[in-house]
């Protein structure tokens, strides 16, 4: 039972280009969900899932896209991405009210 | 927008202090969970509070609810260096969404 697993760990990217990362669990949970995590403000959720086909911005959406096409998979998507997106990004998921995280994948846009 | 604020941001305490963190909701919450992030790490999920005035304890951890619902405290008894770490508290609504709160770092010194 792998939990909540997040690929890749690190990437680099430049301004401009787009990327999708992929979060995986393996819990059968319902809900998944995308948050950002900057120095000095927590954990801001981008966008989130109720349910296989189904997902709903949270409170930073703008410049990502996400899709929930399987159940167990959510991909959170930079069209193009921007220095103000350098971030670490978690994604977690529930079945309940206690949210499972996966181990973060850490983005640089230079 | 609900906005949920932890106090204090840092907190360098001498191995064997006492530590409390407090948060504070700009509403009335359905519970409030708290999370502990190592460093480098992800959050783990510690504790739920669901009733106005709930208090519990998990060894050397006190969580307490506030009787209206819009703050909580987290308070550790005799730190210890494996007590490092960020602390959120997270604000449960009417969905399954959380408002995470900005978080308490931990330092311990031995």
């Known amino acids: 039972n792998a939990g909540v697993t997040q690929t890749p760990k690190f990437r680099v990217l430049k301004t401009g280009q787009s990327m999708t990362l992929l979060c995986a669990q393996d819990m059968n949970h319902e809900y998944m969900y995308w948050y950002r995590q900057d120095p000095g403000m927590g954990l801001r959720l981008i966008h989130y899932s109720v349910g296989e086909g189904t997902t709903a911005k949270g409170e930073v959406p703008d410049g990502y896209n996400v899709s929930r096409l399987k159940k167990q998979n959510f991909l959170l998507g930079l069209e193009s991405a921007a220095p103000s997106q350098t971030s670490v990004y978690f994604c977690?998921?529930?079945?309940?009210?206690?949210?499972?995280f996966g181990p973060g994948t850490r983005l640089t846009v230079l | 927008g609900q906005q949920v604020m932890q106090i204090p941001q840092y907190q360098h305490v001498q191995e064997g202090e006492d530590f409390t963190t407090y948060c504070n909701s700009s509403?009335?919450?359905?519970?409030i969970q708290w999370y502990k992030q190592r460093p480098g790490g992800h959050p783990v999920f510690l504790i739920q509070?669901?009733?106005?005035?709930e208090v519990k304890k998990q060894k050397r951890l006190t969580f307490q609810f506030g009787e209206a619902k819009k703050n909580s405290s987290l308070h550790i008894t005799a730190t210890q260096t494996t007590d490092v770490g960020t602390y959120f508290c997270?604000?449960?609504?009417?969905?399954?969404?959380?408002?995470f709160g900005t978080g308490t770092l931990l330092a311990v010194q031995p």
């Open positions: 977690a998921s529930s079945y309940g009210d206690t949210q499972y």
């Open positions: 509070l669901v009733k106005s005035g």
């Open positions: 997270a604000g449960g609504g009417a969905t399954n969404k959380l408002i």
């Open positions: 509403t009335t919450l359905s519970n």
